[in-house]
């Protein structure tokens, strides 16, 4: 005979069950209250990850620079602080870094130790993360050193103006003086665009506008956990706030630099929350996050929208990661491996 | 001049990055202390799925039963309550469902209104979830009518049998017999394999048996939020417990089920934990989950797994959607966007 305690859960699970199964017509939306947790490293992934997801919460992560000047000394120091990163990364992916112009705009032309035949007459644009405002110069070098690495490719990484020296729409039209440089030598068929967070939002920003000039689109697309959506709509913002410990709350400083570079412009913009742009005829396009990222919504958004659009789009989304912490080693596996994806997508997908 | 505060944020955060650029060789392990919170419901997802999301966390979760008949008692209750939402989905989704057996095993076979031509000679198996323990008969059939009617397939839905009847391997036992006989009338190319939670976890484990008895491997499978790990490995456990309101948390009802069902079996068993399996040669497999999934990490962590083998992969994540939340009701438009994307993988991949 069941016993009475478990005649009262099949009751109660069942009684629910039945609730459920049909829409509920008049529950009205309610909050979910979640007690205080703690949560420990996950052993799913490398012991190097390990590592990473164990860091405490960004320091400094509530406390954003308050003025012009702040927001500029902060991202001199990203820069300077990244150095000797990327000066080691660079020598252990073994690429070539040329600092240039090209349309007006500074770059890095970033040259793999070997190019693949099938890249010869490819090329890859990237737009570097920060929130819009952070790692200029040799900081945005390091996703472009592990594509360009990691997949064989030309890479030419944008080194965009940002506040207060260019407020919005300074970046993005940074990003297309150099695309369009791009394309009138090679061929947008054989253009891909890649970048992560801010870069993420770039990519898919460059899409837009380049539908609204009449522009060709590149043949392909890697959009990083895009910050797709400014205005902090995507459950994840709240999902994962305070676990995820780089970008840890849509109140934190990566929201703080968005407003500092919109500079009063409208938060839903699409060219700054691109997610509510129209991406009708984008090309094939991969995206990247981590389950513990704060972008998480905002990526797998971008992704079901152009998979509505019949867009041929692949999500790939790592275990335990917070915001954009696949691009940040090349010496861990997780990275190789997201990167690894990204190649094999430019390859598919590009023009020979 | 920055101001005072400033200059700490950006010494702070600088430090923090120059820390974390290369990997810390030292740092132990460390939890992460999350605050209770209380989330909204998202508004960036349909009205309709906004009323599943702001529903309570499912009544009696941390109840399960504690002996075999009250979890008889629980899975025929499963059973009737479903009942009134398993007819009125047939009614509007137009299938018809005809109960029989197929080797051996009771079986439904469900058809729709209009089979596609190109899907004349192919078939889909469907595996029904519940924890391997509850949804018998009837209550397995949503699913299988959804993927009938939007897909145009004909489709066998497994009626499996459950503890206490039949413990572990007796599910994976009938799903495998009916499979056999399947393909003894239908080329396996053209055999898709279907299955949510246990159901997702059972489809993979059909793959790793059959490797292991050397039949042919289906077309295709959709395995949808697997319960891939029942060691309870995998982080969104706990990232997302208490925030997925079906699952809620990895010391629920459904881990107490699936230990009922391994009957003291390792759970280790890739026949129980398919992840730990050697999924090589496994045909294309889609895979989804939800942002707020208990078992996210779980279906992530098969999709990487099969990627990293060089397996057609293809994952799909549903912005604020617990467990399985996707399969729930024909008329949210986030279950025919789930279903049709499941259905086109199917078209593409099978064997016509």
Redesign the interface.
Known sequence: ???G?????????????????????S???????????????????SP?L????????????D?????P??????AE??R???L??VQ?MRERLKVRVEPGTLGGVRIYTVTPEKIQPRNRDRVLVQVHGGCYVLNPAEAALPEAMLISAIGGYRVIAVDYRMPPQAYFPGALDDAMAVYRAVIARTKPKRVGLIGTSAGGALVLEMGLRARQLGLPLPGAMASGTPMSDSTK????F??????D?VLVSPDG?CDAAAAFYANGHDMKDPLISPVYGDMSGFPPTILTSG??DLL??NT??V??KL??LGIDS???????QSHAQYG??D??PETQ?AFG?IARFFDTHLAR
């Not at 590592?51 to 320091?59: D, F, G, K, T």
């Open positions: 005979m069941p016993s305690p478990s005649i009262r859960a099949a009751t109660t699970v069942a009684l629910l069950l039945a609730a459920t199964a049909v829409c509920a017509q529950a009205p939306p309610s909050s979910r209250e979640v007690p205080a947790k703690s949560i420990p490293v996950p052993t799913t992934v190097q390990q590592q990473i997801i164990a860091q405490p919460l960004r320091s400094g992560w406390t954003p620079p308050t003025t000047e702040g927001w500029k000394q902060l120091t990203t300077t602080s990244a000797p990163n080691a709509a995507g459950d994840t709240q999902t994962n706030a305070r676990v410990n400083f389950t513990r998480l919504s797998v958004r992704h079901r998979r509505n692949f999500l790939q989304v790592y275990e335990g940040r080693d010496r861990i491996e994806e």
